[in-house]
């Protein structure tokens, strides 16, 4: 079995054919899926599709593009409080997507202090909750190297856990999240023709520190680059992978998904 550690399958581009993309993604081997929330609005939902699928589990948690609509409270009560309770759903396994996006910076600003303050805010809202949870986080950088890493230590204190999603950041960056005790999740950019830098860190990471994800619907693998990406294609990703370290398909397959329960302890192989 193989697991899409991260998709949305939430989102519109799913609507139409749900069925169909989730008994692709069991054709091709792929046996569960983390569906995760950027929206705290959509939690609920991912729970009832996580509730009606048993190989779904989900996340909840507020991505760093949408920071500011949430840094100040939620539903009348703070973030912090909102995502722990949210979090009690048994088929919530992770906090997040979370993180600090410097590059898109969509967060509404009257400058970009106050909008990277925003971001920071939310962001250790997460941090707090995964440390009182005991459940990692999930999360999204992106030119945010150092203040992600502050935060990290700062806040986190030695006792954050998580992944670092769909990687694509320096090779600095990957051993400082691998020294804090995090994984390095790899998705379909490992095989765009000039991913030459993050090939290099995929052969660098240990095996037992790597996760395989689609980031569905976007950034689908060659050889379906162009195309809506889905969890089936999580596949091409693990057997390039394979290819790029030497290593068999079924090797990478059984760690990646060792790793996956490790990780995401709450979550259960299915029977």
């Known amino acids: 079995?193989?697991?899409?550690?991260?998709?949305?399958?939430?989102?519109?581009?799913?609507?139409?054919?749900?069925?169909?993309?989730?008994?692709?993604?069991?054709?091709?081997?792929?046996?569960?899926?983390?569906?995760?929330?950027?929206?705290?609005?959509?939690?609920?939902?991912?729970?009832?599709m996580a509730d009606r699928y048993p190989q779904i589990f989900c996340s909840v948690g507020v991505h760093p593009h949408d920071a500011t609509s949430y840094v100040h409270g939620y539903e009348g009560d703070t973030l912090l409080n909102q995502i722990k309770a949210l979090a009690q759903h048994p088929k919530v396994v992770g906090i997040g997507e979370t993180g600090l996006d410097y590059y898109y910076n969509n967060s509404p600003r009257e400058d970009q202090i106050s909008a990277f303050s925003?971001?920071?805010?939310?962001?250790?809202?997460?941090?707090?909750?995964?440390?009182?949870?005991?459940?990692?986080?999930?999360?999204?950088?992106?030119?945010?190297?150092?203040?992600?890493?502050?935060?990290?230590?700062?806040i986190g204190q030695g006792k954050a856990k998580g992944v670092f999603h769909c990687f694509s950041g320096s090779a600095d960056l990957a051993q400082k999240a691998l020294n804090l005790g995090f994984y390095i999740s790899f998705s379909g950019i490992l095989t765009f023709q000039k991913a030459d830098q993050l090939r290099q860190i995929a052969q660098d990471v240990p095996l037992n520190r790597i996760?395989?994800?689609?980031?569905?619907?976007?950034?689908?693998?060659?050889?379906?680059?162009?195309?809506?990406?889905?969890?089936?294609?999580?596949?091409?990703?693990?057997?390039?992978?394979?290819?790029?370290?030497?290593?068999?398909?079924?090797?990478?397959?059984?760690?990646?998904?060792?790793?996956?329960?490790?990780?995401?302890?709450?979550?259960?192989p299915l029977p």
């Open 1 to 48: 079995m193989l697991i899409d550690s991260h998709c949305h399958l939430n989102f519109p581009e799913f609507t139409p054919d749900l069925e169909a993309v989730l008994a692709r993604a069991q054709e091709n081997g792929i046996g569960m899926m983390l569906t995760v929330n950027t929206k705290l609005a959509q939690a609920k939902d991912l729970q009832a």
């Open 211 to 268: 996760l395989v994800e689609t980031d569905a619907p976007f950034l689908a693998p060659v050889p379906h680059r162009g195309k809506r990406n889905e969890p089936a294609f999580t596949r091409c990703t693990a057997e390039f992978l394979a290819t790029l370290k030497g290593l068999s398909y079924s090797a990478v397959e059984t760690e990646t998904t060792n790793n996956f329960f490790a990780l995401f302890s709450k979550a259960r």
């Open 118 to 154: 925003e971001q920071i805010s939310a962001f250790s809202e997460h941090i707090q909750a995964s440390i009182d949870l005991d459940l990692p986080l999930i999360i999204h950088t992106r030119e945010a190297d150092e203040d992600t890493i502050t935060c990290l230590v700062d």
